[in-house]
């Protein structure tokens, strides 16, 4: 499954991961929130670095996975 891996201390960094397993998840980091991803092409235009070719990764990936390194509101 592919997930988009973003963090809470940068509001533009992000990666695209494949992942099979809830071990393949914990290895992402050792602190981390998953989710449902509610992001779509209309809200990443306003990312910075944002490639369109990720669009369609964007699309496919159902889960967002969090890194937790900073404060969450």
Do not use: C, H, R
Request: proline letters at 1%; glycine letters at 2%.
């Amino acid at each position: 499954m592919l997930v988009l891996v973003t963090k809470a201390s940068d509001d533009y960094w992000y990666e695209f991961k494949e992942v099979n397993t809830i071990e393949d998840l914990l290895k992402i980091d050792d602190s981390i929130i998953i989710k449902p991803n509610y992001y779509n092409k209309d809200v990443v235009q306003y990312w910075d670095g944002f490639k369109e070719e990720d669009i369609s990764k964007l699309e496919k990936a159902k889960v967002n996975v969090i890194i937790y390194d900073d404060y969450i509101e």
